[in-house]
């Protein structure tokens, strides 16, 4: 696989990224993804317990990250957690190599991150953000089309449109995410303009993951229709369909208020979901490709996948 600007600026061997992912990404897993030559991505509350320290708890994992890589590795920063601005601070302390920060202004922390020498990649989910994204001066911009597991935007674009339109209007590179999960998406995904991917849903069902094996397992045996997109007025959310989504979508369907929605959803709905494996009472996230993951394996035996099939679908496209 060739280098990129990506691979390039956070000076890793491929540019595959593992996607953030609230309760779940771990430094376990973080680390499995660096050594194998990808940029493996640490979130703050991984394995906390649902009212832990957010702050306390990124500390652990940031200084276990370090003793297991000695490869670059990230943290993601949702900038609607409420201790965002402490968050940000430690990224500093501990000279994080790479923040990857979402749902929120990325001019609030860029240039604060790269004064202490932190690389930053924003997610985005249309070109408008992207260009807000580029002039606050990230290092890189992940386009986030409809297909991914978790948060959608709002426009619900879908990243086969997304790629081209943001790579011809921004000169930072561009990082794709949502529904990649083999070479076919990362060469299709370059071949749109990309110059790396982010994937989440296949580092859910890997090993390292300290997910459930019960969701783990109901990745593995999702279909192409089984994940469908709820929570639309306060936030598109795509995840496996359970029992849960179904009484999600009879609440929207029924006009509940925000705050019926957010009440019967409680608090920690996808730890619930993706780490005690309760898919009748919390959120499953799943992209919509779940239903080319046929098996749990192991994290750094996805980056090898997708680097060894990469040529191969290229070379087929000759
Ligand atoms: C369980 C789970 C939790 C996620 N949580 C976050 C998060 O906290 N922050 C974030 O920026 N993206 C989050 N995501 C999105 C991923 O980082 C990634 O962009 C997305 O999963 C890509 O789509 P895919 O799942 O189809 O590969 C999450 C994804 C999953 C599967």
Known sequence: MKQTRVSQVLEIDYPILQGGMLWLADAGLAAAVSNA?????????????????????????????KGLTSKPFGVNIPMDLRDCGLLMDLLLTQNVPVAVTAAGDPRLYTELLHSGGVKVLHVVSSVKHAQVAEAAGVDGVIVEGVEAAARNGFDELPLFSLIPQTADAVQAP?????????????????????????????????????????????????????????????????????????VLLELENAGASVEEIKDFMGHAASRRGGLEGDLENGEAYCGSSGGLIKHIIE?????RMLVDGYAGVVDSLK
């Not at 990362?186 to 969701?215: C, D, H, P, W």
């Not at 994290?299 to 980056?303: I, L």
Request: glycine share 12%; net charge neutral; no cysteine.
């Open 299 to 303: 994290a750094g035996e996805v980056v």
């Open 37 to 65: 030559g990808g940029l493996g991505v640490i979130s703050p509350m991984a394995g906390m317990e649902p009212h832990g320290d957010p702050v306390k708890n990124l500390e652990e994992q940031i200084v276990k990250a």
């Open 174 to 246: 561009v990082i794709a995410a949502g529904g990649i999960v083999d070479s076919r998406g990362v060469a299709a995904a370059m071949a749109l303009g990309a110059e790396g991917v982010q994937l989440g849903t296949r580092f859910v069902a890997v090993k390292e993951n300290i997910a459930s094996q019960r969701y783990k397992e109901a990745i593995v045996a999702a279909g192409d229709t089984d994940t469908v997109i709820t929570i639309r007025s306060l936030i598109p959310s795509r995840s496996l369909k359970t029992p849960f989504t179904q």
